[in-house]
């Protein structure tokens, strides 16, 4: 069965760190990918996602994610944190099944430490 | 511009009560979804329809029926509600398969 997999439930990282969370799916053929960021007690907001072409894409608020075929992942990183992105982040596949719906992974929650 | 708006926001109900909760979208949208959220499991389909006229069973449909009223509108009603299905409830909805969801702000319910 089709499934995503975000490893790590929950990371802390300091403020001014990188970030790099990690987002593995499995399925045949390569889906459409995305990240969604959800802020305490909102809904789910669009970072980025791929369909094709470059690997290496870029979202809002200085967000990128690196599609990497030979290892199913879709990562997602910042090169510096700010505080304001202590969030629930979401890694969610479209397998294209006719119905274009989504499978979400569990989730990883950030903290930042100022 | 509202994009997708859910009501109520918040909602306490007995055990073997019913309820709707209520979503529109004003996008134009061909696709609609209603996912439920619970700590640890992230989002989990409950139903969804891919167009105004159909609608299909998610991952986690029982106790949950739906409607879709028309291209705007998608409903999706507890018939007796059970402590399980305490939960934040999203709707969301989709032009196609190149675009992500717009999802509106949640209800939480809860069943006591």
């Known amino acids: 069965a089709q499934s995503v997999t975000q490893p790590d439930i929950h990371i802390t990282v300091s403020e001014g760190a990188s970030l790099e969370l990690r987002c593995n799916y499995s399925?045949?053929?390569?889906?459409?990918l995305f990240w969604y960021v959800q802020s305490p007690g909102q809904g789910l907001q669009l970072l980025l996602k791929?369909?094709?072409?470059?690997?290496l894409v870029q979202g809002i608020k200085g967000f990128e994610a690196e599609f990497k075929r030979s290892q199913s992942s879709f990562n997602l990183r910042k090169p510096s944190v700010h505080w304001s992105d202590a969030a629930e982040y979401f890694c969610?596949?479209?397998?294209?099944?006719?119905?274009?719906?989504?499978?979400f992974g569990a989730g990883t929650r950030l903290a930042v430490h100022p | 511009n509202a994009g997708v708006t859910q009501t109520p926001k918040f909602q306490v109900l007995k055990t073997g009560q019913s309820m709707t909760l209520q979503c529109a979208q004003d996008?134009?949208?061909?696709?609609m979804y209603w996912y439920r959220q619970d700590p640890g499991m992230g989002l989990r389909l409950i139903y969804y329809s891919a167009s105004e006229g159909t609608t299909d069973k998610g991952e986690v449909p029982n106790g949950y029926n739906v409607s879709r009223l028309n291209k705007r509108e998608f409903s999706l009603r507890l018939e007796s509600a059970a402590p399980s299905q305490t939960s934040v409830y999203f709707c969301a909805s989709r032009p196609s398969s190149n675009y992500g969801y717009t999802f509106g702000s949640g209800t939480r319910l809860t069943v006591v």
């Open positions: 399925y045949g053929a390569t889906p459409y």
């Open positions: 996008m134009n949208h061909n696709s």
């Open positions: 969610a596949v479209d397998i294209s099944g006719g119905y274009n719906k989504l499978i």
């Open positions: 791929y369909f094709s072409g470059d690997t």
